[in-house]
């Protein structure tokens, strides 16, 4: 890609909705092949929701933060991240709406989902504490940074752990929709599979870092804030994939991925934090970030938090055929959205 400076502002648009398009895309078809590859490992969909597909279709916004935090704008590289969290997790509410049957916390309950749930909480108190503190980086780099890999390496072998050998299991109703009820019967092999899932990882992250480099270059031209383009602008596009993934998992029935999916989605978006720490050389990011970004990190403790009762109670049927916590999600990112374009 041409230098970003050097483009108009129509030639801007146009690289970052074709950006955004190539990402919904391709992002879309890594949901079917996780789905095969839970199925022929065993591993289960929730814990390969969150390592594979989660990661997976995180790669746009991880490479959008990194190249937006080398690039010295901390805040828009955080906010990216935290507003891709809040994106995504609003999504759940979305597939709750699309997923007419019964309430999907009630339908997808698994004891990985509750363990992951709570690991996020954990990975984004870390930031938090970290704003908090005083500004000590080794290498310019806050010691805050490798705690956060280190949380979310515990959460994976806790949740595979919680797989293997679960301590808690959700009551079953006539509405669960249990892993085992999906046949798997593509025909092709687990290792062409794999190559064509790390090609499609290839092609969306690159298009997540033209997503960073225009989104960049709009913010600068048409003088709004870092953290709106972030949160609202470069977030959502690079949170496509999990859209277009979420509901197409939910449509296939495979429900636990769908939720899986995202929550561990979130769990490695946390990290986008950790990783533009290390790509910011100006010192620690988590003392260069505004209140903008901190606001986005309560946000995403309040809808997790929500999130997480709502697998716990799992209710049945809710207001308007979704559940309470899915009104409560939307309402909360609506309401977040809006206060910060208000802001400018």
């Known amino acids: ?50 390592v594979l597909l989660g990661a997976g279709t995180s790669i746009s916004g991880i490479v959008t933060s990194i190249s937006t935090a080398a690039s010295g704008a901390p805040d828009l590289s955080v906010s990216n991240a935290m507003g891709g969290i809040a994106a995504q997790t609003m999504f759940l509410a979305l597939a709750d709406i699309y997923y007419r049957r019964v309430n999907l916390e009630h339908a997808a309950a698994s004891a990985v989902n509750l363990g992951q749930s709570t690991i996020l909480i954990v990975l984004i108190s870390i930031p938090v504490l970290a704003a908090s503190a005083p500004s000590f980086t080794l290498w310019s780099v806050h010691p805050a940074s490798v705690l956060m890999i280190v949380a979310y390496l515990i959460g994976l072998h806790n949740a595979h752990r919680i797989h293997l050998e679960p301590m808690w299991q959700p009551r079953r109703t006539d509405a669960t929709r249990l892993e085992d009820e999906d046949e798997e019967q593509d025909s092709r092999s687990t290792g062409w599979l794999a190559c064509l899932f790390a090609m499609l990882v290839g092609v969306v992250g690159l298009s997540g870092w033209v997503v960073g480099e225009t989104g960049l270059e709009l913010s600068a031209r048409l003088g709004i804030s870092q953290g709106v383009v972030g949160a609202l602008g470069t977030a959502v596009v690079t949170s496509l994939p999990e859209l277009v993934t979420t509901l197409a998992a939910v449509r296939a029935g495979a429900l636990q991925l769908a939720v899986g999916g995202i929550i561990g989605g979130n769990m490695f978006d946390a990290l986008f934090v950790s990783a533009s720490d290390f790509a910011y050389r100006e010192g620690s990011i988590f003392h260069a970030m505004s209140e903008r970004s901190v ?50």
């Open 1 to 50: 890609m041409p230098d970003a400076s050097q483009l108009s502002i129509t030639v801007l648009f146009a690289a970052f909705i074709a950006a955004a398009i190539v990402i919904a895309y391709f992002g879309s078809k890594m949901a079917g092949i996780a789905d095969i590859i839970a199925d022929r490992t065993g591993l289960g969909e929730a814990l390969i929701g969150s």
């Open 295 to 344: 606001f986005w990190m309560a946000l995403v403790l309040l809808m997790t938090s929500i999130l997480l009762l709502g697998l716990l109670r799992r209710e049945r049927q809710g207001p308007v055929g979704i559940g309470w916590e899915s009104v409560l999600l939307l309402g909360l990112w609506l309401g977040g959205a809006a206060l910060q374009i208000s802001l400018g």
